[in-house]
């Protein structure tokens, strides 16, 4: 249950970070905002993981002894993209008005590495449901948070947030690498 707590709180930070970047921008209604955008992010990084995990399980037969290096190298992938990211210039610096239409595609686009991530989450022998509630519950209270906090000046935590859950989900690959080789 540890395991799937820590990966929520990684995927959650994408979403963390542009929620900070949304409080920074927008002044007005920030109680709203935040409820709207945890609503969008947490719904996504719920809804994205069930697709990767049901490819998974779907190929599962095809890759079965090679899932572990699969999901070690997607993890991998997505910690060493969001750490990269974490240097550039943020999504949310060209968004002056928040629409629904603007957080429907900010949602899609932090979650976008969740559905790769929840190909992964076959390997942790949890229940698949509970596991993508924490998930989105995480990315939900991860996202109002962020918001305030941007509203509040946080812009420092923007980049941070995103090398944090980078370095956590390449250390997740780690583990289930490992894990698998010494059995």
């Given amino acids: 249950m540890l395991e799937v707590v820590i990966l929520a709180i990684a995927l959650s930070m994408d979403a963390f970070a542009v929620s900070i970047g949304l409080g920074i921008k927008n002044k007005e ?12 992010f947490g719904i996504f990084q719920a809804l994205m993981p069930f697709i990767g995990y049901a490819g998974g399980v779907g190929l599962k037969d095809i890759i079965g ?20 990211e974490a240097f550039g210039e943020p999504v949310e610096e060209e968004i002056t008005k928040v629409s629904h239409k603007i957080l429907l595609t900010l949602a899609i686009a932090t979650s ?25 519950i995480t990315t939900f209270i991860f996202s109002i948070f962020g918001v305030y906090l941007g509203s509040k000046g946080g812009a420092k935590y923007e980049s941070k947030a995103e090398i944090l859950g980078g370095v956590i989900l390449i250390i997740i690959g780690f583990k289930i690498l490992l894990q698998n080789l010494l059995v």
């Fill in 29 to 40: 209604k920030i109680k709203s905002l935040a409820i709207i955008a945890g609503l969008y």
């Fill in 65 to 84: 002894g090679y899932d572990y290096w699969i999901a070690f190298v997607l993890l991998l992938l997505i910690g060493g993209k969001m750490i990269y």
């Fill in 112 to 136: 976008i590495d969740a559905m790769a991530a929840g190909f992964t989450l076959h390997l942790f022998n949890l229940n698949v449901y509970l596991s993508l509630a924490i998930i989105g």
